[in-house]
């Protein structure tokens, strides 16, 4: 990942049409998957060794590819509940699985934690999965994340975190829902403006808003050390956490 064009241009040509939308709907979110990779690629650095990393909310494989482009060694375990993206990232991906570097798990994230060993993998990545849970699902998803991961690793999340300023987070997810209809309205597509509108009123309801301070403290609670929240654009940043050795 040392030449940024050379990267730009994989990323796209990979993904097609799905990155291309999400640049310019959200060009935070889809730099939030690049991010990502660059943190995961910063902790593979470091460990001088192979990784088994695991991924959840995969999707069409956007983050995925960042993730796999960041190491040569590591092998990437990605987790989806819904299997039409699910079904586009093996598509996308598919000459990582064929090299046996990236498998998938068809399966919700506390599930399929669950049916992992303790111990196991050395970082647990993710973008834009953890935001979506109900608050006590949350819960038991970071209990499961810090038991899976091996003393040492890593939990890497590039996500939506709601700022603890709520008029500052109001304004700012108003300048966002703004860019969607810019976008949308200016491809004619009413129908996916709809839905994106839906999505982010259920991200923004009580049960589920993933606010700063909160989160934070969560994280501190089911045990991990080294909490920082980095590289913040607007409603979206990058969180990473430590479990002790």
Same mark, same amino acid.
């Given at each position: ?7 730009d241009?994989?990323f ?11 640049q310019r ?6 730099e939030?998957?690049k ?8 902790y ?33 375990? *990605?987790?989806?509940? &819904? ?9 996308? @991906?598919? =000459? %990582? ?18 049916k ?21 699902y ?19 999340n ?19 829902? *703004?860019?969607?209809? &810019? ?9 996916? @403006?709809? =839905? %994106? ?27 991990f ?21």
């Amino acid at each position: 990942m040392s030449n940024g064009s050379s990267y730009d241009a994989m990323f796209s040509g990979i993904i097609g049409r799905d990155y291309d939308m999400l640049q310019r709907m959200s060009p935070l979110s889809a730099e939030m998957s690049k991010i990502v990779g660059r943190a995961v690629k910063h902790y593979a650095d470091k460990a001088g060794r192979p990784l088994n990393v695991v991924e959840l909310g995969g999707g069409t494989g956007i983050t995925t590819l960042a993730i796999l482009s960041s190491n040569d060694d590591m092998i990437v375990t *990605s987790i989806d509940s &819904e299997p039409t993206m699910q079904n586009q990232a093996k598509e996308n @991906l598919k =000459q %990582w699985v064929d090299n046996g570097r990236l498998f998938f798990k068809l399966d919700d994230a506390y599930s399929a934690l669950t049916k992992m060993a303790d111990n196991s993998a050395d970082v647990l990545a993710t973008a834009y999965t953890v935001h979506n849970f109900e608050h006590s699902y949350r819960e038991r998803v970071i209990e499961q994340i810090f038991r899976v991961l091996k003393p040492g690793g890593q939990f890497i999340n590039g996500d939506r975190y709601a700022l603890d300023d709520i008029f500052e987070h109001t304004r700012t997810v108003q300048e966002e829902i *703004s860019g969607f209809f &810019e976008v949308l309205i200016g491809e004619n597509k009413p129908d996916l @403006l709809e =839905q %994106w509108i839906i999505h982010l009123f259920n991200d923004e309801s009580e049960n589920h808003v993933m606010r700063e301070g909160i989160s934070l403290k969560q994280l501190e609670e089911a045990g991990f050390v080294d909490i920082a929240l980095n590289q913040r654009m607007k409603v979206n940043a990058l969180v990473t956490a430590v479990k002790p050795i």
